[in-house]
């Protein structure tokens, strides 16, 4: 018979929508039509409809449901007796019993318990309708498979009001008693659970768990507590105890949505190690981001890696305690890199955005851990070997911590090399204190550098940024250069020694090659340095050095080398193209005290000015010279003045001034310095009553063979440092003329001297060269330059013993002479009468003069060829220059030069 056939008489006394199936009935029946009757009866329902909307979400149905019961029915109760009810899921067994019948509020007590059957298999059975829509929900999200037992359940109650479940009142109407064998859950937001053993207790709105044992996060746990509330604001109070793979934990919050897990996932790279954990977490179970945990996590063996540490965490071991939204480390140790590190701290609401820290770490350093935080600074070639100690408390916001630490390396060699080389066990101790603005700024309010006696201190700013930035100001920077030494390698080569205070602020990182705007200011301290090669220190360093922005000024910067004295002032800006404005000035400056001297067997070192040349190609600017003396060599220079001005490599001089003794000079010129392949210059020069003694005593100088009072105009150009020597470059004007001097031996002299001896007429008259030199009155000429040859038409000596004219041109470059020489010995007329009686009046003339001869001076000017030669070869012009010189007529130089030509073929 189909059950739906009987169910409208029945419909009254029931919950259900429907119920249907085909019905086979075997059992008694006693009792009347007007519903009084108790039945004991075997019903087999094939395919059997169990319709109950209020209670399940689907109609359940089975292909066959064996029931055998006891039923009962009075005027106003429906008594359900031992029923046992087979489906295909399991077997239950229970009772239930419907009151008041007639009345609108059904009530029910029912009791039921089952065999074994499979978790999944029944979740349909599940009354979600009744409860809260959260909690149904939640339900719904469960996953869960294993063996389920209900050891005892039932629900009691009026009918009407099991859609109300989220009232407390109402909670007490189902209780459940269940255990769970072998099962495994799925619960969002939660680890996977398998292994699940144990019993769970549901009453009065609560669920309640004692000894449940499971396998998550890739360890085995014990678990017992509860969920309150259950129907309405689930409230979770769970003590748990076990142990995990923490690199399972790790895979588990990389793939959870809790917000708790949000920082974890973008801090934490990996994680390895076993934790151990006894713990209660307890909170409102559908907002997982409030629970909270109390209890202990001792972790042993972990390896970390992190975008918030340099390097990699390892070994660490240690306990930490939770106390709600507040976790707390007593003593965790580990190594980070090749670090050792023990640190305690505090941090509570950690799961908060104003989760706050105070933690306090204690590091035994590998300076080598330290070279990855200072590369990223754009820093290369840096070596840290060695240990040290530092201390760090971190505290406040943990996305803007405040720090404060120090950070000692006196066992540690860091390296920077050529610049910085600290041995092991010079100290050197950093101190900081800083905070965090927001993630990517770092402001340190104060920081101190100690580094042998040298103290830096002050305060900056860090950026990172897109564009970066690096602000620091250092108003307290005290260094003693004599310690050094051992701590900056090229310093050992120049033996600093007293002391620079000042104050500096730098800025700017646009492109990560520190490249900083400066500034503040420097003030020297009485610093010697002794720079390689030069014969003297510097000495008595003092003043003042200021930087603004790309400008350096110099303040009365005074310094000694040797005997020499300099104070500097001006300022140089710019740093690709420096721009100078600088003016020295000097009481005494010596020349060779900043000589380079010569080393035996080695080439001679380049001079201090010849190292400036490449400097000098790259800089713009002008510069003032004022010195009282100035010393070179054997030149004792006074009042010494210039006006310097390099553009675009080329170095001007301009009113070039100074004195010697009772002479002047005044000097304009140029050079061109960027020039590679030799450097053209263009000098003018004007001297005016220079003792010639005094200023060309120089090596192969002319003052080291004769004396006199010089005045000079010349304009000269000429190429420095190319391939052609510089004589042979030379080219321009020159006009000279010397007064009341001697010239002492000198090799074109010694042989016209000895040509003239010759005629033994003349022996003995003329003065001795090596004793006593050729005195003059006065020496002049005019000549031309071209390519290092001078050209003259009106070279004239006037002397006592003769007079001297000649015309030519001498090649300096390649030392060589081509002349046309007259000589006119000045002997008294009774002398020349004695001697030549017949034509001395003729030679002498009418006024009784002199006599004259002329000679052709050729090849080299050490050893030159003296030819005598004819007049008439001189060509009018010459002869006539020699005539107006010496105030000879030709006629008789013409007759002179044929008696002397007549004896010497004799």
């Known amino acids: 018979m189909w059950g739906d056939l009987f169910f409208p008489y029945y419909s009254r006394y029931v919950p259900m929508k429907h119920i249907g199936g085909r019905v086979t009935l075997d059992g008694t029946y006693r009792g009347n039509l007007a519903g009084i009757f108790r039945t004991v009866s075997q ?196 003590e748990l105890e ?35 954990q006894t713990i209660k977490i307890s909170g409102v179970l559908s907002k997982s981001d409030l629970l909270e945990i109390d209890g202990d996590v001792r972790i042993e063996g972990v390896s ?45 609401n950690y799961r908060d955005k104003h989760s706050l820290l105070d933690a306090l770490i204690e590091m035994r350093l590998d300076a080598r851990d330290i070279t990855p935080l200072i590369n990223t600074s754009g820093i290369e070639n840096l070596t840290l070997e060695g240990t040290g100690k530092m201390n760090l408390r971190v505290t406040g916001p943990l996305d803007r911590p405040n720090l404060v630490g120090k950070m000692a390396m006196d066992r540690a060699r860091i390296a920077l090399l050529p610049w910085v080389e600290k041995p092991v066990g010079v100290g050197a101790d950093f101190e900081l204190r800083g905070f965090m603005t927001h993630p990517k700024e770092f402001i340190v309010e104060r920081m101190e550098l100690r580094m042998a006696d040298a103290l830096v201190a002050g305060k900056g700013r860090i950026y990172w940024g897109e564009v970066p930035r690096v602000e620091i100001d250092l108003p307290s920077i005290v260094v003693d250069l004599s310690s050094l030494a051992p701590v900056i390698p090229t310093t050992r080569l120049f033996q600093p020694s007293g002391r620079i205070i000042g104050r500096l602020t730098c800025s700017d990182w646009p492109d990560r090659t520190l490249r900083f705007q400066f500034d503040g200011e420097m003030r020297l301290q009485k610093v010697s340095l002794q720079v390689p090669g030069l014969v003297h220190p510097i000495t008595q360093l003092n003043g003042r050095i200021s930087m603004q922005g790309d400008v350096l000024s110099f303040h009365q910067v005074s310094a000694r080398v040797g005997a020499s004295d300099i104070t500097m002032n001006g300022t140089m800006q710019g740093y690709r193209i420096p721009r100078v404005h600088l003016s020295f000035r000097s009481r005494k400056f010596s020349i060779d005290d900043f000589i380079f001297p010569e ?46 001005n390099i553009r675009q490599g080329v170095l001007g001089v301009e009113n070039g001034t100074f004195r010697l003794g009772a002479g002047s000079l005044r000097i304009d010129g140029m050079i061109n310095l960027g020039e590679v392949h030799g450097k053209p210059f263009r000098v003018n020069l004007d001297v005016r009553d220079m003792d010639v003694s005094r200023t060309l005593v120089l090596r192969g100088g002319i003052g080291s063979f004769m004396t006199g009072m010089l005045d000079l105009d010349g304009s000269v150009q000429g190429m420095w440092g190319g391939s052609q020597p510089l004589a042979g470059t030379l080219s321009g004007k020159i006009s000279i003329d010397l007064r009341e001097g001697i010239i002492r031996k000198h090799a074109l002299l010694s042989r ?55 015309a030519g041109q001498i090649d300096t470059a390649h030392g060589t002479i081509d002349m046309k020489m007259g000589v006119q010995p000045l002997l008294s007329v009774d002398y020349v009468l004695n001697k030549l009686p017949i034509v001395g009046p003729i030679l002498t003339g009418q006024n009784k003069g002199l006599i004259t001869v002329y000679y052709l001076v050729k090849g080299s000017l050490r050893e030159p060829e003296i030819i005598p030669v004819p007049i008439q070869s001189l060509g009018e012009g010459v002869v006539g220059i020699f005539g107006r010189l010496l105030n000879t007529p030709a006629h008789l130089l013409n007759k002179f030069n044929g008696m002397l030509k007549d004896q010497q073929n004799d």
């Open 43 to 238: 019903v087999v329902m094939e395919h059997a409809v169990f319709d109950y909307p209020d209670a399940f979400e689907q109609r359940l149905t089975a292909p066959r449901l064996e029931v055998n019961t006891d039923v009962s029915l009075d005027r106003r109760n429906l008594i359900i007796g031992p029923t046992v009810v087979r489906f295909p899921e399991g077997t239950i067994r229970g009772r239930c019993s419907l009151f008041d019948l007639r009345r609108r509020k059904l009530r029910i007590d029912a009791a039921a318990s089952t065999d074994t059957f499979r978790l999944e298999q029944v979740r349909k059975y599940i009354p979600t309708p009744i409860l809260p829509p959260d909690v149904a929900r939640f339900i719904r999200s469960v996953q869960g498979k294993g063996a389920l037992q209900i050891i005892s359940g039932g629900t009691a109650g009026i009918v009407h009001n099991y859609p109300q479940m989220k009232s407390k009142k109402h909670w007490g109407m189902i209780w459940v008693q269940a255990s769970l064998e072998n099962g495994e859950l799925k619960v969002p937001g939660l680890p996977e659970m398998s292994g699940i053993r144990g019993t769970l207790n549901l009453g009065a709105g609560k669920l309640e768990a004692s000894d449940i044992r499971f396998n998550a996060l890739g360890g085995q746990w014990t678990a017992r507590g509860s969920i309150d509330s259950l129907y309405s604001r689930p409230e979770l109070s769970l």
């Open 242 to 276: 076990g142990d995990s793979d923490l690199t399972v934990a790790h895979e588990f919050a990389l793939g959870s949505d809790a917000r708790i897990f949000k920082k974890l996932k973008k801090d934490i790279e990996a994680i390895r190690g076993r934790s151990r």
């Open 304 to 348: 970390l890696e992190t975008r918030l540490l340099p390097h990699q965490v390892t070994g660490a071991s240690g306990v930490l305690h939770f106390d709600g939204q507040r976790v707390s480390w007593g003593g965790i140790k580990g190594a980070l890199g090749r670090s050792r590190f023990l640190t305690k701290g505090t941090f509570t």
């Open 599 to 644: 080393m035996p067997d080695k080439k001679p070192p380049a001079t201090a000015s010849s190292k400036l040349l490449p400097l000098l190609r790259t800089i713009e600017g002008e510069a003032h010279i004022s010195m009282g003396e100035l010393h070179f060599q054997q030149l004792d220079l006074q009042s010494l003045a210039a006006d310097l």
């Open 752 to 806: 016209l001297f000895s040509l003239l001896n010759v005629s033994q007429f003349l022996g003995g008259r003329f003065p001795d060269l090596t004793t006593k030199g050729l005195p003059y009155h006065r020496i002049t000429a005019d000549g031309t330059l071209v390519e290092g040859v001078i050209h003259t038409d009106n070279f004239f000596l006037d002397g006592d013993s003769m007079k001297i004219a000649a």
